[in-house]
């Protein structure tokens, strides 16, 4: 019973309605029953009264609603002596917003199990300070009061508060929140760990290298938060149906009166003209699509986006990080005279820590794996698509793109690669030191969601790199697309994504550099599980897993969720109808008639509800390939 009285104190309108049936329905059995109907008609008057004032904001906002019918429903019900299907209508109305929040609140479910589970306490060491047993104290804080440098005590089974690097020798993590990987990933002390992870058997010192705002999985509550907050055009889809709906069924009224003579099948027929299911089937339905897309580890900022997706024709993609693993295998080492192998790779890494480009994070695996220590910097700064630059003890390092680096060493000769080799070159001061050349290796799943995409009815596919043709091209090959743009600045990126044709175009990207294009496309789909906040920032859709098959999975759902909106609505209106011709001949008494409305709009709010699973999704969608790729040649 607790349920039922929350529920009449959430929704004062709907417990305002029961408490006038109720008095009525007494009144009934007293000498004051020639007042129920007063009572009853009166207070229907009166909230029809409200909703119109509701119903003139709205028009004055450009919105021709479709709560109208409601208005005139009841008017005309009380009117002809049918004050108790007045009343039932009323109910209808005021119990929407009820049935909508319940709706609502099981359609998200996923999107607000993320919220819920995002990291608000943490552990922090007090350095110097030792309990009574000798042991370090510890305190246990908010981690909004977590700052950069903090050292963090993690312990089994906890999440990781925020971003950080780990201290002690190793550790495992459970990261499926964030890559959707199921196993456990082992890390070792200086390797950086995300917030929202899950830490494995053992207690782990770490040292925290972000704010809580800063850190990963705050970003991604963010992002949620936004996609929650968004009032997306789309979810007002039956303003399309509004006009033409009300038109039909005030014709439909008009002439049922006037062939009968009888003013009582106008409001038998309005009656169950009063469509609900239209107000929050549409809603519903895109709120269930956005859970849907969150269990699948996808992001979607409101319900437009989601709309666009259902339309998509033509996908454009970055390659290193989104077609590639990025996690691109060190192949050799060229050094110049006056420079070893150890010089360059130690250079190269100790600036490439304070990169977010994901080929960053692969040099400085190398030089761990050689046990080489990283360098003290002074000072950092990384240059979106050409690399980054770092002060060291023994001058200027610049790490990135030729071009880029013979800025600083005129001497720079570039490297002689392989197809599908990639190089990054080194200089300190104004010499230049070396390159390390490296391959990287097509995701497990790009063939395949390709090939998807162009199943699905994508007419167009091309890649829009910053990397040299000889890169590119190869991979491209392996994946049958034929238009390739390469060594593209990120102003390039947005000039070919303009002219691209035909429309809509989702573009596909990670890392700093994808921002701009990311946010040019008609939908931006952001590689999240290792690209930078710029990118996730910028785009429609944040992909969490690390997976390229998110692309397909975005568009599945988002053709299933428009077509189940516009199938719910269709359902509403059609159930609607058939229930106006009845009520038209006479065969369908006022109150009758308006609990057969209460369940049309259970009937179309169950359907629109069908979209938090949609179409069964095929295996490949979450299973990794049996066959292992070969690296791009």
């Known amino acids: 019973m607790n349920w039922i009285r929350r529920a009449l104190r959430a929704y004062p309108a709907v417990a305002m309605t029961l408490a006038v049936g109720a008095l009525g329905l007494l009144m009934l059995l007293t000498p004051f029953r020639e007042a129920a109907p007063w009572l009853v008609g009166g207070y229907a008057l009166l909230m029809a009264a409200w909703e119109a004032v509701g119903m003139v904001r709205q028009l004055l906002r450009g919105h021709a609603g479709l709560d109208i019918l409601a208005v005139i429903a009841i008017t005309a019900a009380v009117l002809v002596g049918e004050p108790w299907a007045a009343l039932v209508v009323v109910l209808m109305v005021t119990g929407g917003q009820a049935l909508e929040d319940y709706a609502e609140n099981r359609s998200k479910r996923e999107l607000t199990a993320l919220l819920e589970r995002a990291p608000s306490r943490a552990t922090r060491i007090v350095i110097g300070e030792l309990d009574e047993e000798g042991a370090q104290l510890t305190e246990t804080v908010d981690v909004g009061e977590i700052e950069v440098g903090d050292t963090i005590l993690v312990r089994p089974g906890t999440l990781v508060p925020v971003d950080a690097i780990l201290l002690d020798d190793e550790a495992s993590f459970d990261e499926s929140s964030l890559t959707g990987e199921s196993l456990p990933v082992d890390r070792s002390a200086g390797e950086k760990v995300a917030s929202g992870v899950i830490n494995g058997s053992f207690a782990v010192r770490m040292r925290a290298t972000a704010l809580a705002g800063d850190s990963q999985y705050q970003q991604i509550v963010r992002l949620v938060e936004e996609a929650q907050g968004s009032k997306a055009k789309t979810v007002r889809i039956a303003d399309r149906y509004a006009l033409p709906f009300t038109a039909l069924a005030l014709a439909i009224a008009g002439i049922a009166w006037f062939v009968s003579g009888d003013p009582v099948r106008f409001a038998e027929v309005l009656v169950v003209a009063t469509p609900c299911p239209l107000l929050i089937a549409a809603p519903v339905a895109f709120l269930g699509g956005m859970s849907r897309a969150a269990k699948a580890g996808l992001i979607v900022k409101g319900g437009s986006t989601l709309e666009q997706l259902a339309k998509v024709r033509s996908a454009a993609f970055d390659k290193t990080g989104t077609l590639t693993t990025g996690k691109p295998e060190p192949r050799r080492v060229i050094a110049q005279p006056g420079f070893s192998e150890e010089d360059v790779l130690q250079l190269a890494a100790s600036a490439e820590v304070y990169s977010s480009h994901v080929l960053a994070s692969a040099v400085v695996r190398a030089a761990k794996a050689q046990r080489l220590g990283l360098l003290p910097v002074t000072e950092a700064e990384e240059f979106a698509t050409n690399g980054v630059a770092a002060r060291l003890a023994g001058g200027q390092v610049r790490v990135g793109k030729p071009s880029w680096v013979r800025e600083a060493a005129p001497d720079l000769v570039h490297a002689e690669l392989e197809p599908g080799e990639l190089a990054i070159y080194v200089s ?88 701009p294009v990311l946010a040019a496309a008609d939908v931006g789909f952001a590689m999240g599980a290792r690209g930078s906040t710029a990118a996730s920032q910028s785009a429609d859709v944040v992909n969490r897993f ?68 949609g179409r069964k999704d095929p295996a490949s969608a979450d299973a990794v390939s049996d066959r292992e790729r070969e690296p791009v040649s």
């Open 428 to 515: 300190r001061n104004d010499r230049f030191a070396g390159t390390i050349v490296m391959r990287d290796r097509l995701r497990d799943d790009a063939i395949d969601t390709v090939a998807e995409l162009r199943r699905n009815g994508i007419e167009r596919v091309l890649i829009v790199t910053g990397d040299v043709a000889a890169t590119a091209n190869p991979l491209a090959a392996k994946l049958r697309i034929s238009e390739v743009h390469a060594e593209c600045t990120p102003a390039d990126k947005v000039r070919i994504i303009a002219d691209v044709q035909p429309r809509p175009l989702l573009m596909t990207g990670d890392g700093l550099n994808d921002a």
């Open 546 to 613: 690390d997976r390229i098959s998110g692309v397909a999975d975005a568009m599945r759902i988002g053709r299933d969720t428009v077509r189940i909106a516009v199938q719910s609505i269709w359902l509403g209106i059609g159930f609607s109808v058939v229930l106006m011709l009845i009520a038209a001949f006479g065969l369908l008494p006022a109150i009758v008639g308006a609990w057969m409305q209460e369940l049309v709009d259970l009937v179309a709010i169950l359907g629109a509800l069908r979209a938090i699973r």
